[in-house]
T-cell receptor, first 114, second 110 residues
Framework: KAGVTQTPRYLIKTRGQQVTLSCSPISGHRSVSWYQQTPGQGLQFLFEYFSETQRNKGNFPGRFSGRQFSNSRSEMNVSTLELGDSALYLC?????????????FGPGTRLTVL | AQRVTQPEKLLSVFKGAPVELKCNYSYSGSPELFWYVQYSRQRLQLLLRHISRESIKGFTADLNKGETSFHLKKPFAQEEDSAMYYCALSRTGSARQLTFGSGTQLTVLP
């Protein structure tokens, strides 16, 4: 089985721009979660999508949004980029059901905001 | 609010020595606890979760609700155990929304 893939792997943007990141889950997985990883704040949960619906949301401003398509692929969008948005963005996929659902992480997208 | 604390950023032990990575949590409900590991140049991956009560790669972790701890232990460390270890928490049945600790970098010396 192919693992979780994320594209692009690296991005450089300037303040005020917007960016879209993509995540393709493991085949058959219906849940995709997004995390932001920074040296200062560590790993923080952004949101989770399941069957095209946002099911959980972390404590991030509305500039951070996402969506999920019918094939379970997910995109995350950040508008009006700020310097503090520079981070590694990880996505994870899972079945989305069951008590022992396991999260499989992708390699991440490294976003640098200049 | 839920919180996970890993008090040690760095931990070094010699090969064959016991190792314990500490994890404390605060959560008002009934949590699920996990240990994730990230080896050099690899992805973050699940090591073990408390509800499975498994031993993975010789590691075990016991949930102590009285002390709100979930320490990771291995009796004899190996060099290949060198990695970044993250303790994480979720509310029961919601393993998709994880709160992570800041991580402990374990180095096993030869």
């Amino acid at each position: 089985k192919a693992g979780v893939t994320q594209t692009p792997r690296y991005l450089i943007k300037t303040r005020g721009q917007q960016v879209t990141l993509s995540c393709s889950p493991i085949s058959g997985h219906r849940s995709v979660s997004w995390y932001q990883q920074t040296p200062g704040q560590g790993l923080q949960f952004l949101f989770e999508y399941f069957s095209e619906t946002q099911r959980n949301k972390g404590n991030f401003p509305g500039r951070f949004s996402g969506r999920q398509f019918s094939n379970s692929r997910s995109e995350m969008n950040v508008s009006t980029l700020e310097l503090g948005d520079s981070a590694l963005y990880l996505c994870a996929s899972g079945s989305g059901t069951g008590l022992e659902d396991t999260q499989y992480f992708g390699p991440g997208t490294r976003l640098t905001v200049l | 609010a839920q919180r996970v604390t890993q008090p040690e950023k760095l931990l070094s032990v010699f090969k064959g020595a016991p190792v314990e990575l500490k994890c404390n949590y605060s959560y008002s409900g009934s949590p699920e606890l996990f240990w994730y590991v990230q080896y050099s140049r690899q992805r973050l991956q699940l090591l073990l979760r408390h509800i499975s009560r498994e031993s993975i790669k010789g590691f075990t972790a016991d949930l102590n609700k009285g002390e709100t701890s979930f320490h990771l232990k291995k009796p004899f460390a190996q060099e290949e155990d060198s990695a970044m270890y993250y303790c994480a928490l979720s509310r029961t049945g919601s393993a998709r929304q994880l709160t992570f600790g800041s991580g402990t970098q374990l180095t096993v010396l030869p």
